[in-house]
T-cell receptor, first 114, second 116 residues
Framework: DGGITQSPKYLFRKEGQNVTLSCEQN?????MYWYRQDPGQGLRLIYY???????QKGDIAEGYSVSREKKESFPLTVTSAQKNPTAFYLCASSIGGLPTGELFFGEGSRLTVL | AQKVTQAQTEISVVEKEDVTLDCVYE???????LFWYKQPPSGELVFLIR??????QNEISGRYSWNFQKSTSSFNFTITASQVVDSAVYFCALSEARSGNTPLVFGKGTRLSVIA
């Protein structure tokens, strides 16, 4: 079945460690996105990519990094520079670069910093 | 700047009651798109509807209906005869269709609890 796969679903990290969250899609979508969700805060955009080898910062990019070497993959690295990384992370994709169509979401990755 | 406000943080209703989730948006663009998403306990957001700024017709899909009013910048969502399976967090979102990519901006969500 087509869709977006995020892994791992749950992740624990010690302070000072970098972690990478995986996002893979087999929908042949051009655009991919990373959102962060905190209780009562809704979804906030971290990074997005419209095409391979290109990406833009969202509203809260500090302390995060991404790459888009393949159309189907958009991994997110949470670096030690991110001061409050404990959150629920959602990856999404859309058919075109302009989000006039719907976003398709993965099931999310919950990161907890110990 | 674009903004979406969902003033209702949490709503609880008894099964079979009707419930309306409010969404107010701000944008300077004349062309924009509005969305509603549902987030069940599993965490994955599920697309419910998209409406462009030139189409103010209300829409009904089964027990769901949407009321888009440009005069009040609102895009409210009503669930008729609510069911326990409707319990979820619901997000309203906005996208401006100007040149350049403008990813969706989400409201903070409304948590709906339907009690049997």
């Amino acid at each position: 079945d087509g869709g977006i796969t995020q892994s791992p679903k749950y992740l624990f990290r010690k302070e000072g460690q970098n972690v990478t969250l995986s996002c893979e899609q087999n929908l042949n979508h051009d655009a991919m996105y990373w959102y962060r969700q905190d209780p009562g805060q809704g979804l906030r955009l971290i990074y997005y990519s419209q095409i391979v080898n290109d990406f833009q910062k969202g509203d809260i990019a500090e302390g995060y990094s991404v790459s888009r070497e393949k159309k189907e993959s958009f991994p997110l690295t949470v670096t030690s520079a991110q001061k409050n990384p404990t959150a629920f992370y959602l990856c999404a994709s859309s058919i075109g670069g302009l989000p006039t169509g719907e976003l398709f979401f993965g099931e999310g990755s919950r990161l907890t910093v110990l | 700047a674009q903004k979406v406000t969902q003033a209702q943080t949490e709503i609880s209703v008894v099964e079979k009651e009707d419930v309306t989730l409010d969404c107010v948006y701000e944008t300077r663009d004349t062309t924009y798109y509005l969305f509603w998403y549902k987030q069940p306990p599993s965490g994955e957001l599920v697309f419910l509807i998209r409406r462009n700024s030139f189409d103010e017709q209300n829409e009904i899909s089964g027990r769901y209906s949407w009321n888009f009013q440009k005069s009040t910048s609102s895009f409210n969502f009503t669930i008729t005869a609510s069911q326990v399976v409707d319990s979820a967090v619901y997000f309203c979102a906005l996208s401006e269709a100007r040149s350049g990519n403008t990813p969706l901006v989400f409201g903070k969500g409304t948590r709906l609890s339907v009690i049997a």
